[in-house]
């Protein structure tokens, strides 16, 4: 498990004062994916590097079941780090070693005996799909394939925490969600607490079990992934669950967020019973996320019913909704 409390990163350009990170709070317990996003200069790569001690926090700790690595002395850093596996975008390998020899490479740096980090990198390979590789170099692989390496690398010194950087952005989308699978079903099988630092809501909605959204160093929404897309309106909820932007063109319309219980009639069925009127969708989408369906939806309203008794009797049903366009409400 990995616990991160008041985590403060600040850079100085002269006497200009920069919060990389002000404040960041969060848990991932073992056998769970926790997923950080936000745009470009967020903080979420200087989170890494704070969590992995390759920079140190301004304040605050970062917990590995219980120990704070940010009261580790230098002299005691390189054990302390074995905890953690690092992956990166690229998998950097070196392209001198066998593919083998990277995976047994933490294990020399930590003085195992030859023998044991072999059959070590041996073992791992198999674990990531491919057992036969080890005497081929990294050129000889693909991208997806030397990414496995640098997974089964992560592992070799059997860390308690796999701290993921962008893992996937350079792949294409099949070999995409083929690592996301790997990631997935190794947090259950290794026992892993793993954070994956991501832009791209598919990896999000593929592996994660919890999220957070990072902006200027702040944690701006955090929770389950069922429970911040079950926040209607929320940031976090409208980037998982997408939808086009409306057409002006197109008249009066409502947003819609429920979940689907089985054997349930939707609300928006329930709506049109209601009100004896058909609600035409005209944007829409469901994912089954973190053990429930979320419908997301754009419906459109005829113009003798009047949008806000519209939207009250969906809420009351216990939908989200809104109008599409608030100056159109009548």
């Known amino acids: 498990m990995i616990t991160v409390t008041d985590l403060k990163k600040v850079y100085y350009q002269g006497k200009r004062e920069i919060r990389a990170l002000d404040g ?19 903080g979420k790569s200087t989170l890494v590097r704070c969590l992995a001690m390759l920079d140190r926090p301004t304040s605050g700790t970062v917990e590995i079941n219980g120990a704070d690595l940010t009261a580790v002395h230098a002299a005691e850093l390189r054990a302390a780090r074995r905890r953690l596996g690092l992956v990166f975008q690229h998998a950097n390998l070196f392209d001198a070693r066998t593919i083998l020899g990277n995976v047994a490479y933490p294990l020399e740096l930590a003085r195992v005996p030859r023998t ?3 059959a070590k990198a041996v073992e791992l390979l198999g674990l990531v799909g491919l057992a036969d590789a080890g005497p081929a170099y990294p050129a000889q692989l693909s991208g997806g394939q030397r990414q496995r ?19 996937t952005s350079a792949l294409d989308p099949r070999t995409t969600d083929e690592i996301l699978d790997l990631i997935a079903s190794l947090k259950a099988r290794v026992g892993l607490a793993v954070l994956v630092i991501t832009h791209e809501m598919h990896v999000v909605k593929r592996i994660c079990d919890s999220v957070t959204l990072l902006e200027d160093g702040l ?8 429970e911040v897309v079950g926040r209607f309106g929320g940031r976090l909820s409208e980037a998982l669950l997408a939808l086009p932007a409306p057409d002006p063109a197109s008249g009066r319309s409502v947003e819609v967020l429920d979940s689907v219980p089985p054997n349930d009639v939707a609300v928006v069925t329930r709506a049109e019973r209601h009100f004896a009127v058909e609600l035409p969708v005209v944007a829409g989408v469901v994912e089954s996320l973190d053990g429930t369906t979320f ?17 009250g009797f969906l809420r009351a049903g216990g939908a989200g909704a809104r109008p599409s366009d608030p100056e159109a409400v009548r």
Not at 24 to 42: D, E, F, K, M, R
Not at 149 to 167: Q, S
Not at 298 to 308: K, Y
Request: aromatic share 0%; net charge negative; proline share 6%.
């Open 116 to 118: 044991e980090r072999e």
């Open 24 to 42: 960041v709070t969060l848990s991932v317990p073992a056998n769970s994916v926790h997923g950080i996003v936000g745009q470009s200069g967020a």
């Open 295 to 311: 419908r997301r939806q754009r419906v459109a309203v005829p113009d003798r019913l009047d949008v806000s008794e519209l939207v």
């Open 219 to 226: 944690v701006v929404e955090s929770g389950r992934l069922g």
């Open 149 to 167: 390496v640098g997974i089964a690398r992560a592992l070799a010194t059997d860390p308690d925490v796999l701290l993921c950087d962008e893992p």
